[in-house]
């Protein structure tokens, strides 16, 4: 017998949660290839990162043969987008 929900997949990603941008770790590096060529960063151990910290990285390294203005935007707009809910989170509480 034909089972729909057995052979039939039309999408892949079915059942499955979408992640927010906020809390995904390696949306930076998939969105931006050419950059990081298929690589994610890795951090040392005990060492807790935050995207101010990784902003401020790029913008500090010596080597800008490969720097382009979009993923530093995108960083930018990733830190406003995590200052906002913490705000928001901050006035939702009282």
């Not at 089972?3 to 979408?18: F, K, Q, S």
């Not at 590096?29 to 990162?49: A, C, G, K, M, P």
């Amino acid at each position: 017998m034909w089972n729909d929900g057995m052979y039939l997949r039309i999408t892949p990603g079915e059942d499955n949660v979408p992640i927010s941008l906020l809390f995904d770790e390696h949306a930076e590096e998939l969105s931006f290839l050419q950059i990081y060529l298929d690589q994610f960063r890795t951090f040392r151990d005990r060492l807790t990162v935050t995207p101010f910290m990784m902003t401020t990285n790029e913008l500090r390294r010596s080597d800008r043969r490969g720097v382009t203005p979009q993923p530093l935007l995108y960083l930018a707009v990733k830190i406003m987008r995590i200052r906002i809910r913490d705000l928001l989170s901050i006035a939702f509480k009282t």
